[in-house]
């Protein structure tokens, strides 16, 4: 082969490869995801099995190079609950779960799902409508962003019943009694006459073992992986209904360092765990009354569960003050807490709901 042949040759092969994508650079971003609870509870063992994993998925197809490198601290590792939404916002973890049940006075606003309850059962109505009121209700979304946090997907737990040390027959039986709630749950004992002690799943067993509380109003799936059934074997089942309790959010500063297109994969992903997690909630629910009841058989006080008379339900129902009403006039200075509360419950008729109060027509 001469020289002009030669030449031909490599000219032709640096036209062929000049057209060619250069190889991609990695770029790895470095993410810790944490929650003040432990993995057994559905809402933070879905962080670790289904939105890392698919976030990572998702970030792999985008084909450009993109990592992350998780960091996983659940249980408590990194915070407390009562440090849930400063930890995301001062970036203690970029990702994080936020229980704004205990956020009262920094997430004013959200706390409308608390102060409607008799509503519906159905988790997943609930986490439906309280995504589409965190994209859409500018006012809900301006919290966390003031919190410097941006909202991914929406958390909530199945109905509400009381578990307790001795039997609860009544509505009157709750007078005098001390009935453990996290935050502002505690207002739906007003009117009982019982006394609400602030407490969260975490703490449950120890505060009833100790006699601080009498027992708690809580969920089935949290009282299950707690043993708290151990310790408060009377369950009465009241239906109070399934309650947005919060969400999974970012710190806004680290969300800003993610591309756009990781960005959208976060929110869109957030979604999903929020759907998948009422799904979870709802098959594991009727399972864990069911376990508990098995379980607890063998005890000393066995477990026992009994349905709070429906002349009684109402009653806890209809002596309840108009906890709306004075939510409302309490942050009237604070954003449309009226027409959260109408959205709210005009969105859950909308899905077929039919509360046992209706809140936004007493306002």
Request: aromatic share 8%.
């Amino acid at each position: 082969m001469n020289k002009r042949t030669l030449f031909r040759v490599a000219l032709a092969a640096a036209i062929a490869t000049s057209g060619a994508a250069p190889a991609l650079a990695q770029q790895t971003f470095k993410l810790t995801i944490a929650s003040s609870h432990p993995t057994t509870l559905p809402w933070v063992g879905l962080m670790s099995t289904l939105f890392v994993p698919e976030v990572n998925k998702r970030v792999e197809a985008l084909n450009k190079g993109y990592k992350i490198e998780w960091r996983e601290s659940y249980g408590g590792q990194l915070y407390k609950m009562n440090a849930t939404l400063t930890s995301v916002e001062q970036g203690v973890t970029d990702i994080g779960w936020v229980f704004h049940q205990l956020e009262a006075a920094k997430m004013p606003l959200s706390q409308f799902g608390t102060v409607t309850p008799f509503t519906t059962d159905d988790v997943r109505i609930i986490l439906d409508v309280a995504n589409e009121l965190n994209e859409k209700v500018p006012a809900l979304r301006r919290e966390w962003e003031r919190n410097n946090a941006v909202f991914l997907g929406a958390t909530g737990v199945d109905t509400y019943h009381l578990f307790t040390k001795q039997p609860v027959n009544t509505y009157a039986d709750l007078k005098g009694r001390k009935i453990s709630a996290p935050g502002s749950i505690g207002l739906w004992l007003r009117g009982s006459g019982a006394v609400p002690v602030d407490g969260s799943l975490t703490s449950y067993y120890t505060d009833i073992q100790t006699g601080v509380s009498d027992g708690t109003v809580s969920i089935a799936t949290g009282i299950l992986p707690n043993k708290i059934y151990e310790v408060a074997p009377h369950i009465t089942t009241v239906n109070i209904g399934a309650l947005y309790i919060g969400g999974m959010a970012m710190n806004r500063d680290s969300f800003g360092r993610m591309p756009p297109e990781v960005q959208q994969i976060l929110k869109d992903v957030g979604k999903e765990y929020s759907r998948a997690l009422g799904t979870t909630l709802m098959q594991r629910y009727e399972g864990a009354l069911k376990t508990m009841a098995e379980v607890g058989a063998k005890q000393s006080t066995p477990v026992r569960i009994t349905a709070l008379p429906p002349e009684e339900r109402e009653r806890w129902v209809r002596t309840m003050p108009n906890l709306a009403a004075d939510w409302v006039k309490a942050n009237a200075s604070r954003g449309p807490a009226k027409e959260i509360v109408q959205t709210y419950m005009d969105a859950l008729r909308a899905r077929g709901v039919k509360p046992a109060r209706d809140w936004d027509k007493e306002l």
